[in-house]
């Protein structure tokens, strides 16, 4: 059985096409990925039912991507009582871990499924052309393997990149509709949320990059939600560093929280769906010299004329159940809205 991946860049004007015909390796950690070149797709954790794939292209084409016209409409999901039950206990025990002191700051994910009309608007390739068109300022990504299935992604996140012959990687956290650029109209525990994320890239960053340069704070919009980032720029002096440095940043505190082995123990008791490829990252890593990791956010799984839409939000000590979940929603409108219109 051959895998594929599309991939877009953010605001490129091609997809690229890989094609495996045998299947791909597995690796258990990022350390472990060869230096050779391929498209890596990571989960939240790797395990044996989710392992580190790396994908070898047999084959690449690059296909032009047009414009579109106009965005669809903004569709939110239609949440269950149900699922907003399970959300509310899950943010009761993720608030019990933060008031303890036992950690500063919990990501608390969750995952909505629902059926769709299985007409080819909704084949998984035509759903990812219109990810590109309404996406133009995000990595947005289609894989189908043996071991991964078939999920889209549509990511604002570098994790690792190299851009210009320079190494890039951004702090991304704390979330809003869109409301212009001034960072006074932040609330603080957006802005602490951002903080924590920044401190931690930048402590990783100091035991294997050189010449690190650091932006200040800065809104970034995307459609209809807007964020915070803190832009890291730094030299990496050997591969081997490369893949050091995803071992040490994956997850970060953006998608985990911090302390990181405390928040992951709170979200294995929190959290009632495996996250599976959601909060993991891929794309190419030294592919014909080209190395765009994204992390896998504004995420969906298909399973035939099933979607599962995957979408978190960082809890710290003052957040609210009512807040935070409609941040779920309004992220997961990214895939759901491909859905609304032909």
Known sequence: MASYVFFRPPHARFITRLKQNLTPRTFEVPSQLPLTGGYVICPFQPSRETPLVWLEPDEINRIEVKEANALSSFFLPEDSEEEKRAYEHAFHLVSQSLQSGETRKIVLARRHEFCFAPKKAHSPLHLFVKACQENPSVFVALWDTPQTGTWLVASPEPL?????????????????????TDLTSWDHKNLDEQAVVSDFIRSCLSQTAEKIETSPVHSQGYRHLQHLATDFRFSLPSPESVTRTLSLLHPTPAVCGLPRD???????????????????????????????????????EL???????????????????????????????TMRSLFSKP
């Open 262 to 300: 405390n928040a992951l123990a709170t979200i294995r008791l929190a959290e009632p769906d495996a996250r599976s490829f959601y909060a993991g990252f891929s794309g190419p890593l030294f592919l014909h010299g080209e190395t765009r990791l994204y992390v896998s956010l504004r995420c969906m």
């Open 303 to 333: 399973i035939g004329d099933r979607a599962s839409l995957y979408a978190g939000g960082g809890i710290m000590p003052e957040s609210t159940v009512e807040t935070e979940w409609e941040e779920t929603r309004r992220k997961m409108a």
């Open 160 to 180: 690792l990149e190299k851009v210009n012959e320079q190494w890039h990687s951004v702090a991304l956290a704390g979330t809003r509709t869109n409301q212009g």
